[in-house]
């Protein structure tokens, strides 16, 4: 890696080693990129003012991240600047902000993967070791408390936001008329939708916990009756919940749907071995319930449920996409 901006933007969070990671992890919690976006420049005795930090400690970080391109020196290198990449994607309020997500992954996913080792032996999340917590206890968390839920809706919305114009582009959808995304969160994909197919009326459907601070229906898609719509959109939904959650999402979608309607699902799709794209056999070993899947997996698991006629469309974006029309009665069995 010479610069992390070479690469296009959506791989920002994909080519760094651990340690560089880390870095733009301590940096964006800190609000380093914040402040240098609110003042344009600084020196390094201001930014530790800003961020409450050591001088030593703050000189060592802003090298670090000026080496990995994150930020820039001034020619005589006493001031420090973000770059326009840095503005657009690592402050806290650019315009396809990635804040929400890095502070998930510093606060929920790095801790799991510093107990890689029994993740491995076990086979299993580790959460109770990261934690001191049960899978379930921690999802509670979430929905309960204020300031855990709005961390984890940033996070969503960080990458619905990133990646919603290439999901939402990968196939022409104005045959369709009505659509729900189900688990939609803050209805990012959705806003994109209708801004490309002003005559889709889109339906967000998700927990009353998240829904609770916008004008959606509430529900939770396991357990509720689900809207009536032409297409039913899951994105990152399938990857995250073992095989029997799966089959009852899709059974119920596949229930419900009628001859024409389809399902448009986002995800990350795996090439046929499984080692590309990196990004997402690495984020496997998170050890969640639920697991990553190539273009034959997903065509295999959404048939089973009667959706045929398989489209997938490769993004170049943290998401890929996949569309199958409901030809047939899925067997739920």
């Not at 046929?272 to 998170?286: C, I, N, T, Y």
């Amino acid at each position: 890696l010479t610069n992390v901006f070479l690469v296009p933007a959506p791989q920002i969070l994909c080519g760094l080693s651990n340690w560089q990671m880390k870095a733009l992890f301590v940096a964006s919690k800190l609000k380093v990129f914040d402040h240098l976006k609110k003042k344009g420049s600084l020196n390094t005795v201001d930014i530790a003012n800003e961020i409450g930090a050591s001088l030593c400690g703050t000189e060592r970080l802003l090298d670090a991240c000026a080496a990995l391109g994150l930020l820039k020196k001034t020619p005589q290198g006493d001031f420090l600047l973000n770059t326009d990449t840095t503005n657009t994607y690592l402050t806290s309020d650019g315009k396809y902000s990635l804040h929400g997500y890095i502070m998930h992954c510093n606060d929920h996913i790095w801790p799991l993967f510093t107990n890689l080792e029994f993740a491995v032996k076990e086979g299993a999340r580790q959460n109770h070791r990261a934690f001191g917590k049960k899978t379930e206890d921690l999802f509670k968390d979430y929905y309960q408390s204020q300031e855990v839920k709005q961390r984890f809706m940033a996070a969503m919305h960080s990458i619905a936001h990133l990646t919603a114009r290439d999901v939402a582009t990968a196939f022409d959808l104005s045959q369709f008329k009505s659509a729900c995304d189900l688990g939609g969160c803050t209805g990012a994909l959705a806003h994109e939708l209708v801004q490309l197919y002003p005559d889709l009326k889109v339906t967000v459907f998700d927990l009353p916990e998240i829904i609770i601070q916008f004008c959606f229906p509430t529900g939770d898609f396991f357990k509720d009756n689900l809207p009536e719509v032409d297409l039913y959109i899951l994105s990152r939904v399938l990857h995250d919940w073992p095989d029997e959650k799966i089959h009852m999402l899709l059974s119920k979608i596949s229930s419900v749907c009628k001859p024409g309607n389809a399902l448009l699902v986002a995800e990350i799709v795996l090439d046929e071995q499984k080692m590309h794209p990196p990004r997402a056999v690495l984020q496997s070993l998170s050890m969640t319930e639920g697991k990553q899947r190539s273009g034959s997996e997903y065509k295999h698991l959404l048939e089973n449920y009667g959706f045929m006629n398989v489209q997938i469309k490769m993004t170049g974006n943290l998401l890929d996409a996949v569309l199958l029309t409901e030809t047939a009665a899925g067997r739920k069995g």
